[in-house]
């Protein structure tokens, strides 16, 4: 067991190694970090909406920069994980010791959640220590959330693009299978899907149900309602939403809804790993 854990620890150390590296994670630090930065600089924490106004304003504001950015740039760095080792016979390499596929994946899997989600916690981290050397009320409860909610939705889409990864036999498939995904998510369910069935006279809690099966769109409305508890902003759906689940009860499914996708995907994309063709 613990020679498995070890194995792990040096999977995973040596994929923190190779994205530092390939120069992306700086790159996608300073997005982040930056997007903060800049929140700041346009005077964002001085304006109000729905009353709400400093830190609170800013972290409503990135919230749903996250929710365009954050899923691309965690696909678009996850789904050449096990395609590309494959391509440039590093995963021949891996096998050709002592290491279990188990360890090999779930290694891969652990360290680029580390990467991807670590310049997101310490940006919403030092948004508020920001925040109280100027003094402004720090919504620690609203932090916390924000934090949780950025993690599954992170979560959710690596678990996404290791199966990708795992399933496609050519980096060019698995780039353009992410960035499809990405777009379906983002536009097509939200936009076309629901107009289609609007046009067909679909029971209104069909549409909604449908709609929040769109991890994006449970993040979405999960961050909407910690700023606007009755969820006036997205119109009559709020009446369906908060008659059928509740504030806190939509709120852990905006949480755990994202987390459980993730698992389901990671465990699908090992198993399809596992018992596919390893070069």
Same mark, same amino acid.
């Given at each position: 067991?613990?020679?498995?854990?070890?194995?792990? &620890?040096?999977?995973?150390?040596?994929?923190?190694?190779?994205?530092?590296?390939?120069?992306? $994670?700086?790159?996608?630090?300073?997005? $982040?970090?930056?997007?903060?930065?800049?929140?700041?600089?346009?005077?964002?924490?001085?304006?109000?909406?729905? @009353?709400?106004?400093?830190?609170?304003?800013?972290?409503?504001?990135?919230?749903? #920069?996250?929710?365009? /950015?954050?899923?691309?740039?965690?696909?678009?760095? =996850?789904?050449?994980?096990?395609?590309?080792?494959?391509?440039?016979?590093? #995963?021949?390499?891996?096998?050709?010791?002592?290491?279990? #596929?188990?360890?090999?994946?779930?290694?891969?899997?652990?360290?680029?959640?580390?990467?991807?989600?670590?310049?997101?916690?310490? =940006? &919403?981290?030092?948004?508020?220590?920001?925040?109280?050397?100027?003094?402004?009320?720090?919504?620690?409860?609203?932090?916390?959330? *924000?934090?949780?909610?950025?993690? =599954?939705?992170?979560?959710? $889409?690596?678990?996404?693009?290791?199966?990708?990864?795992?399933?496609?036999?050519?980096?060019?498939?698995?780039?353009?299978?992410?960035?499809?995904?990405?777009?379906? &998510? %983002?536009?097509?369910?939200?936009?076309?899907?629901?107009?289609?069935?609007?046009?067909?006279?679909?029971?209104?809690?069909?549409?909604?149900?449908?709609?929040?099966?769109?991890? %994006?769109?449970?993040?979405?409305?999960?961050?909407?309602? #910690?700023?606007?508890?009755?969820?006036?902003? /997205?119109?009559?759906?709020?009446?369906?939403?908060?008659?059928?689940? @509740?504030?806190?009860?939509?709120?852990?499914?905006?949480?755990? *809804?994202?987390?459980?996708?993730?698992?389901?995907?990671?465990?699908?994309? *090992?198993?399809?790993?596992?018992?596919?063709?390893?070069?």
């Amino acid at each position: 067991m613990k020679e498995s854990f070890d194995i792990f &620890l040096a999977v995973a150390q040596a994929e923190i190694k190779e994205s530092i590296r390939a120069r992306w $994670f700086f790159l996608y630090s300073f997005i $982040f970090g930056g997007a903060v930065v800049l929140l700041f600089a346009l005077g964002i924490t001085e304006s109000q909406v729905l @009353g709400f106004t400093g830190l609170s304003k800013l972290l409503v504001t990135y919230l749903q #920069l996250c929710i365009a /950015i954050l899923p691309i740039f965690v696909l678009i760095t =996850t789904v050449r994980a096990v395609v590309g080792d494959r391509e440039s016979n590093v #995963l021949e390499y891996f096998l050709s010791m002592p290491i279990s #596929l188990g360890a090999y994946f779930w290694g891969k899997l652990a360290a680029k959640f580390l990467i991807v989600f670590l310049p997101v916690l310490v =940006t &919403l981290l030092g948004a508020a220590g920001w925040g109280m050397i100027r003094s402004f009320e720090i919504p620690w409860r609203l932090v916390g959330y *924000y934090i949780l909610l950025l993690g =599954t939705l992170a979560w959710c $889409f690596l678990g996404i693009g290791m199966f990708i990864s795992s399933w496609v036999r050519k980096q060019e498939w698995a780039l353009g299978l992410a960035f499809l995904t990405w777009l379906v &998510l %983002l536009i097509f369910i939200d936009i076309i899907m629901i107009g289609v069935m609007l046009q067909n006279q679909f029971e209104e809690k069909l549409i909604i149900g449908i709609s929040l099966l769109n991890p %994006l769109q449970a993040f979405r409305t999960g961050a909407i309602l #910690l700023f606007d508890p009755e969820l006036s902003s /997205i119109g009559p759906a709020s009446y369906v939403i908060l008659d059928s689940l @509740g504030s806190q009860g939509f709120l852990a499914f905006s949480i755990f *809804y994202p987390l459980a996708l993730g698992w389901i995907f990671s465990w699908g994309g *090992y198993i399809v790993f596992k018992r596919g063709d390893l070069v």
